[in-house]
């Protein structure tokens, strides 16, 4: 299985789709995201009402839409994508 990923706003996402078997919708939409430094994030889910999908090209576009969009939440609206250190 190949993974999707894109850069965007300099940021490069992933695609982390997990597998269920035999469930009806097998596919978790999720992403990671690592920043101009090189720091990555952990998997970042879909929200649970838009997370599994029968179609893996789906869940893996979905995921990366959802990845995009968490890159817009943190550079326009100081959303923070990485845990403060403790």
């Not at 993974?3 to 940021?11: A, E, K, L, N, V």
């Not at 999720?30 to 893996?56: K, N, Q, W, Y």
């Amino acid at each position: 299985m190949s993974t999707m990923q894109c850069t965007y706003r300099g940021y490069h996402i992933i695609a982390d789709v997990m597998e269920y078997p035999g469930s009806p919708t097998p596919w978790a939409g999720g992403c990671r995201i690592s920043d101009p430094s090189g720091h990555t994030t952990r998997r970042m889910p879909l929200p649970v009402e838009h997370a599994f999908m029968a179609e893996l090209d789906k869940a893996q576009r979905l995921s990366l839409a959802h990845g995009k969009w968490l890159v817009d939440q943190s550079l326009d609206h100081g959303v923070r994508l990485f845990p403060e250190a403790a």
